[in-house]
């Protein structure tokens, strides 16, 4: 519901927005642009929000208001003006004017969940073209205090690595009134080219453990930007999409031309970093765009990680196929090099099978997979065409992306440009062949290079390419499934490199890294509900004949506390072994659907990478799976978390149950020397 207040002398008019868990107040005067001034859980609740404009605007040779890194107070954005609002359904939408330059903004916030999704539309209204720099997405101002900023880094084998500092450390302060002046500090988080997650992930979080919290995301697969500022005694967070300042974006506007943000979420919640993420969590489940297919949930079964790596045959696919039946797999996932004339890599792009490479050719192979009972699927790298490719040589230069009038080439990849119609156009039969043709039910869709900053093909700036193609992939894949509603997509790229919420909203599964060492995928695994939805996170289980008993439990668990992503020779398991791994096949069909209404916990806090204990809870109310891996010598964890609670060994039975006992209704597990690993029951 909204409403507009009467303006009274000692205040100025307010626009009240509330929806379940969502109470946002806004204000608005002749001398300054609307603003956000109070953001609860609920009408009694407190509010984490200081008066804050909700949008600014950079265009080409307007000035500044402050001197730093950070991207507020452009002169467009500070002149905005109310021109009027309307509530419709879950939307609020709030339009303003900037009297000097005719510039318009409409402000769009859509409840979702316990969340809201942000997103900004600016309209040239002048007669002369507009040359648009940055346009935030999302602009949340709290009092300063004593809140902890929780940020992510990540790259390639090494995912989700989160740290967490409190705010006075990052932004110091430096007693701006002794001076005279605004205070600079400015921390910033920025993605750098075509990886969106390859270096940082496009989360946040400003915690506090006795007021209401913040968490946000940047929903694009394109360049982001998100910093928190000092700003007149708050902390301004801003949420941005590519900008000229970081991705060399660019975007001219002609007379009556439109520029929309990428759009970002933002949750309130009444506790600390727990309860942010959980708000954040149920904030991605509300905008995702679920099918009646992607319920079921099924275990996926891929050749690739510690198996096949890119070299597959009917020889080495047939005893897979058996092994992964009889663990329990639901579906299987032929993954790369079934292609070209035998280089996964340069071979990319074309997607006829490799002649020759496969006995009875590769419906044999799909042939074996249904009958034994599974459901087949194929890897493509959409994006990707290989130096050897024909496929380089018969499409337009204009369906590449190019710099300086040459084609970005990566390691012998060049990138397509799906905003070209014959990128699309290609990419749409080769889906549509290959599903008729083979009857597939699942695509892995991988990314694996970086391809830079974008592309200055009809595009003012680079980073204005880069965004316009990752919005056309998007549209494509939703179109993909539109036509084929019974087949499952996965998001993958190189592992976790492209881990956000533009592909995420629309795909089914996403692989949270190429990590073997079953070792190093521990944090991994546990910190990936950070980043992505439980029932999303593909963390890959494979194990081999070499390991122990133990070692084998360790790396499935990995797996049960996510999406289990199954891998490995599973034929060469010795009884022993094999039962373990149907053990916790079976352990997380059980829970699969409780997973995916779970929230995740961190009771030793976000994993550091070298930690010699992780843990991750999984909490789905009245009960809970708890995971606890060892990866050093012998310790006693306390569990305050769950006092009072009931905590038992559920996986695996076969193996020797490590000690609990409780302490004043607290839990204390007896963790002995690792590598060993545990998931409990916690009722």
């Keep these: 519901m909204t409403s507009t207040e009467p303006q009274h002398r000692d205040r100025e008019p307010a626009i009240e927005w509330a929806h379940s868990g969502l109470h946002l107040r806004f204000d608005h005067g002749d001398d300054h642009p609307v603003r956000l001034v109070h953001w609860a859980t609920g009408p009694d609740a407190p509010s984490v929000a200081a008066p804050s404009a909700i949008v600014d605007v950079s265009t080409a040779g307007e000035h500044r208001a402050r001197h730093n890194q950070s991207l507020l107070l452009w002169g467009a954005g500070l002149r905005l003006r109310y021109t009027g609002h309307e509530a419709h359904g879950d939307e609020l939408r709030i339009r303003q004017h900037d009297p000097e330059s005719g510039l318009e903004v409409t402000s769009v916030f859509r409840a979702a969940g316990p969340g809201v999704q942000i997103r900004h539309t600016v309209r040239n209204g002048t007669e002369d073209d507009l040359m648009l720099l940055s346009v935030s997405s999302a602009l949340v101002a709290v009092p300063e205090g004593a809140h902890d900023v929780l940020w992510g880094e990540s790259e390639w084998l090494a995912e989700g690595r989160w740290h967490q500092r409190p705010i006075s450390e990052l932004l110091p302060d430096v007693n701006p009134a002794f001076h005279g002046r605004r205070p600079r500090g400015n921390f910033s988080v920025t993605s750098h080219g075509s990886f969106s997650s390859g270096e940082f992930l496009p989360t946040g979080v400003l915690a506090i453990n006795d007021g209401p919290s913040i968490a946000w995301q940047v ?3 394109a360049g982001w930007h998100w910093e928190a500022t000092q700003n007149e005694g708050t902390v301004t ?30 949750c309130v919640a009444d506790g600390g970093r727990d309860a942010a993420f959980a708000a954040l969590t149920d904030y991605r489940r509300a905008i995702r765009e679920l099918r009646p297919v992607d319920a079921g949930l099924p275990l996926v079964y891929n050749d690739f990680m510690n198996t096949l790596m890119a070299g597959p045959s009917t020889e080495k696919e047939l005893p897979l196929i058996e092994a992964a039946a009889k663990a329990g797999a639901e579906y299987y996932c032929i993954d790369a090099g079934w292609y070209g004339t035998g280089n996964w890599w340069t071979d990319s792009g074309d997607w006829h099978e490799a002649p020759g490479q496969f006995n009875g050719g590769l419906i044999s192979v799909i042939d074996a997979i249904r009958a034994k009972g599974m459901r087949p699927g194929i890897w493509l790298e959409p994006e990707a065409v290989g130096a050897n490719a024909a496929l380089g040589q018969q499409l337009p230069e204009e369906a590449f992306f190019q710099r300086f009038g040459r084609r970005v080439s990566e390691t012998g990849h060049f990138q397509l440009d799906f905003r070209h119609p014959a990128a699309r156009a290609h990419l749409d039969e080769a889906v549509d062949r290959l599903v008729n043709e083979f009857g597939l039910s699942f695509f892995k869709l991988d990314y ?27 549209d494509w894949l939703s179109d993909a499934q539109a036509r084929h509603p019974e087949v499952l997509f996965e998001s993958c790229s190189s592992g976790g490199m492209r881990m956000d919420y533009n592909l995420l909203s629309v795909a089914h599964l996403q692989s949270t890294s190429d990590q ?33 008993p133990e070692e084998t439990a360790f790396a499935m668990t990995a ?24 053990e916790a096949v079976a352990l997380h069909k059980d829970w699969r659907h409780r997973i995916a209404e779970a929230h995740p916990v961190w009771p030793l806090g976000l994993p550091g990478w070298d930690d010699e204990v992780i843990a991750l809870q999984l909490d789905a109310g009245s009960e809970s799976l708890l995971a606890l891996w060892s990866r050093g010598e012998a310790a006693e964890i306390w569990l305050p978390g769950l006092r009072g609670r009931t905590v038992e060994q559920v996986y695996p039975v076969a193996l020797p149950e490590w000690k609990i006992r409780t302490a004043g209704g607290v839990p204390v597990v007896e963790v002995p020397a690792g590598p060993a690993a545990r998931i409990f029951a916690a009722r």
């Design 237 to 266: 967070v801003g949420v941005y999409g590519p900008t000229d300042l970081y991705h060399q974006f660019a975007e001219r506007l002609a007379p009556g031309g439109e520029f929309t943000t990428v759009p970002a979420g933002f």
């Design 219 to 221: 929903e694009t697969s």
């Design 448 to 474: 694996n290079v970086n391809s830079g900053v974008g592309t200055d093909v009809d595009a003012d700036g680079p980073g204005a390419g880069l965004l316009g193609h990752t919005r056309a992939f998007r």
């Design 516 to 548: 073997q060492d079953f070792r190093r995928y521990a944090p991994i695994a546990a910190a990936a509900p950070a980043s992505v939805l439980p029932e999303q996170a593909g963390n890959w289980a494979y194990p081999a004949a070499s390991m122990s």
């Design 559 to 582: 797996g049960v506390m996510g999406r289990l992503y199954l891998s490995g020779f599973l034929g060469e398991l010795d009884s022993e072994r094999f039962a373990l791994v149907r």
